[in-house]
């Protein structure tokens, strides 16, 4: 079975975030559903707990009370604002593993920022692309974080223009030809 899914790409503001290497920490957060049903939230508490670090967490759910109650994550609500609320961050953490391409991982790319992603097939398209780095257990979970706070940050990819709004779906097409 084949299951598709809208796609939308990403909002031109995006694309005009300046790069200032100055401007890039070590502060790290993640965005997304918050709910032990999307599967991922229980991968994140496991992971974030086995490091001294603290994740900024921005999103929605059922599940917030396991948020609030974890002392290595601070809830920060929902962000209203991207380009302005995740400045300051230097690195975006995505547990999902079981959906589509997460655009939200192309936009934490296209703002300069480090993706640390699940090694999982709805990933896969960001293997080619810099600034990101997989994991498939916690214990590489806790060795690529290191890494992604340690290494310097660069410049955009420029492969990743491909995401304009206008050009979206043609790119997310050709992945997917890619696995008929």
């Known amino acids: 079975n084949i299951v598709t899914r809208k796609i939308?790409?990403?909002?031109?503001t995006y694309f005009d975030a300046t790069f200032n290497k100055n401007e890039m920490t070590s502060q790290i957060y993640y965005m997304g559903k918050i709910d032990i049903q999307h599967k991922c939230l229980d991968k994140m508490?496991?992971?974030?707990?086995?490091?001294?670090?603290?994740?900024?967490?921005f999103g929605i759910g059922k599940d917030l009370d396991l948020i609030i109650?974890?002392?290595?994550?601070?809830?920060?609500?929902?962000?209203?604002?991207?380009?302005?609320?995740l400045k300051k961050y230097g690195i975006y953490v995505s547990f999902s593993?079981?959906?589509?391409?997460?655009?939200?991982?192309v936009e934490a790319l296209l703002m300069h920022k480090k993706a640390i992603l699940v090694d999982a097939p709805c990933n896969e398209i960001f293997k080619k692309y810099h600034n990101t780095y997989f994991f498939k257990?916690?214990?590489?979970?806790?060795?690529?974080?290191?890494?992604?706070?340690?290494?310097?940050?660069?410049?955009r990819d420029p492969m990743l223009s491909d995401f304009r709004w206008d050009n979206c779906n043609k790119v997310f097409y050709r992945e997917l030809q890619k696995f008929m």
């Open 69 to 85: 109650k974890n002392k290595a994550i601070k809830y920060m609500g929902k962000s209203e604002d991207p380009m302005k609320d």
């Open 137 to 155: 257990s916690e214990k590489e979970f806790v060795n690529v974080l290191n890494l992604a706070i340690k290494d310097p940050s660069i410049r």
């Open 8 to 12: 939308h790409g990403c909002n031109e």
């Open 97 to 105: 593993h079981l959906e589509g391409v997460c655009t939200a991982t």
């Open 45 to 57: 508490l496991k992971a974030i707990n086995l490091t001294d670090y603290q994740i900024d967490v």
